[in-house]
């Protein structure tokens, strides 16, 4: 019977003080507990929370976002975990001093003491070699004794590079789930009507307005769900017959948990993994390099979302949903926070 304990950083000791676990979380705009502007981001955050909960239970858990710059409270804070977790996102990047979805700084780095691990995270895209401050930023915030998990190999060879190499690829937490799929669970032929999104940050008004003629010239009902800010304003735009539903989680969990006979079929990588995490017949069409990645080590269903010819025949044929989860890789990173009893 094995038993949660905590893996401390170096020159922290264990005390009742010290049982609060830290997560930084992209789920959160800012440090009040403020949704991300992304529901994308709060799908890893459930996803995230999900783990900590079944690794560490009834700790007290103290959140902080990584879209705000921290102030010195929140460097305590951290300082005062036992540990400290980055939960999911791309938020690493080549050159963190120009493009950083996580606002730590050098000195922040410095105050953070190699205490810092990561749960599902990956790079911002395709990039060259970190760059010196990228180096050294990850050097003084990262654990070199803890094992990082990221969800992809591209990801994990980067940091190798930079000299970081206790990283293990688990792939993306949201996935993990996905392990208990029975071959026969999402159906193989066409549903009835058809969800799709589209990315607010990425637009290209040709391929997304075929999309949708594509969607509506197959589905009876064609529904629509934002998940970023911009996405509601985009799909009106184009002024086809869809049903938009409302900028929120329940407003997504409510459609995919009702009897609508319904395929997904959009650009938004994690609002697809929900449905296929719903059983939902999925493709999701490739417009960086997440889904590239997260596919080719996978088979996470996908296309590029200009390779129309493939998007017909999946819809018209049957198509088998065959992922691959790595539960070694994850039972890995998780032994790390085990003990058994003395």
């Known amino acids: 019977m094995l038993k949660t304990s905590l893996t401390l950083p170096e020159n922290v000791t264990q005390t009742s003080a010290s049982s609060q676990i830290c997560l930084l979380d992209p789920g959160m705009e800012d440090h009040n507990?403020?949704?991300?502007?992304?529901?994308?981001?709060?799908?890893?955050?459930?996803?995230?929370?999900?783990?900590?909960?079944?690794?560490?239970?009834?700790?007290?858990?103290?959140?902080?976002?990584?879209?705000?710059?921290?102030?010195?409270?929140?460097?305590?804070?951290?300082?005062?975990?036992?540990?400290?977790?980055?939960g999911g996102t791309n938020l690493l990047s080549s050159n963190m001093n120009h493009y950083n979805q996580w606002k730590i700084v050098l000195r922040d780095a410095l105050r953070l003491r190699k205490r810092v691990l990561l749960l599902g995270v990956s790079w911002w895209q395709y990039q060259g070699r970190p760059n010196l401050y990228t180096l050294a930023l990850l050097h003084l915030a990262l654990s070199y004794k803890g094992s990082h998990s990221v969800r992809d190999n591209y990801t994990k060879k980067k940091l190798q590079s930079i000299g970081i190499r206790n990283v293990i690829n688990t792939g993306c937490p949201t996935m993990w789930p996905l392990a208990?799929?029975?071959?026969?669970?999402?159906?193989?032929?066409?549903?009835?009507?058809?969800?799709?999104?589209?990315?607010?940050?990425?637009?290209?008004?040709?391929?997304?307005?075929?999309?949708?003629?594509?969607?509506?010239?197959?589905?009876?009902?064609?529904?629509?769900?934002?998940?970023?800010?911009?996405?509601?304003?985009?799909?009106?735009?184009?002024?086809?017959?869809?049903?938009?539903?409302?900028?929120?989680?329940?407003?997504?969990?409510?459609?995919?948990?009702?009897?609508?006979?319904?395929d997904y079929?959009?650009?938004r990588l994690h609002g697809g993994i929900r449905c296929l995490l719903a059983k939902r017949r999925a493709l999701i069409l490739?417009?960086?390099?997440?889904?590239?990645?997260?596919?080719?080590?996978?088979?996470?269903?996908?296309?590029?979302?200009?390779?129309?010819?493939?998007?017909?025949?999946?819809?018209?044929?049957?198509?088998?949903?065959?992922?691959?989860?790595?539960?070694?890789?994850?039972?890995?990173?998780?032994?790390?926070?085990?003990?058994?009893?003395?």
């Open 180 to 262: 208990n799929l029975q071959p026969d669970a999402i159906p193989q032929t066409k549903a009835t009507n058809a969800l799709v999104m589209l990315t607010d940050y990425s637009k290209n008004i040709e391929l997304d307005r075929k999309l949708l003629e594509l969607a509506t010239s197959h589905y009876e009902t064609v529904y629509f769900w934002p998940q970023g800010a911009g996405d509601r304003d985009y799909v009106t735009s184009f002024n086809l017959p869809v049903t938009i539903l409302e900028r929120s989680l329940p407003a997504l969990e409510n459609l995919l948990k009702s009897d609508v006979s319904l």
């Open 33 to 86: 507990d403020r949704p991300s502007e992304n529901l994308g981001d709060l799908i890893i955050q459930q996803a995230v929370l999900r783990e900590i909960d079944s690794l560490f239970g009834s700790q007290n858990i103290a959140k902080l976002s990584t879209h705000a710059p921290l102030e010195e409270t929140h460097l305590q804070m951290i300082q005062a975990s036992s540990i400290a977790i980055v």
């Open 265 to 267: 079929i959009g650009t």
């Open 286 to 342: 490739r417009i960086d390099h997440r889904a590239t990645e997260i596919a080719q080590e996978t088979g996470l269903p996908s296309v590029d979302r200009a390779d129309f010819a493939f998007m017909e025949r999946w819809i018209r044929e049957p198509f088998v949903t065959k992922i691959t989860v790595d539960t070694a890789a994850i039972e890995c990173w998780r032994q790390q926070f085990r003990t058994k009893p003395a």
